[in-house]
């Protein structure tokens, strides 16, 4: 499988699809995206989809690990 895109892919993502990925990243459900973003968890779905395809990954975890990898999401080494 290839690493999650190459930069110039990210670049590729929408405003709204970053803000998807950024909730991704700290673990949020498409559901309580769906609600932190006022839109439909079908549109969550779509966004997701849209992700996966211009970053070429396949699964939530390597969206998560892209969010962390563009600064989207900061890792607490401590957990706090």
């Given at each position: 499988?290839?690493?999650?895109?190459?930069?110039?892919?990210?670049?590729?993502?929408?405003?709204?699809?970053?803000?998807?990925?950024?909730?991704i990243g700290r673990g949020r459900s498409n559901d309580e995206i769906a609600k932190a973003?006022?839109?439909?968890?079908?549109?969550?779905?779509?966004?997701?989809?849209?992700?996966?395809?211009?970053?070429?990954?396949?699964?939530?975890?390597?969206?998560?690990?892209?969010?962390?990898?563009?600064?989207?999401?900061?890792?607490?080494?401590?957990?706090?």
């Open positions: 499988m290839p690493r999650p895109g190459r930069k110039a892919r990210w670049g590729e993502l929408s405003a709204r699809e970053l803000e998807v990925l950024t909730l973003l006022f839109i439909s968890p079908h549109t969550v779905k779509n966004h997701v989809s849209s992700i996966y395809r211009k970053l070429t990954i396949r699964d939530r975890t390597h969206a998560a690990l892209a969010a962390i990898r563009m600064g989207l999401v900061r890792v607490d080494p401590d957990g706090e």
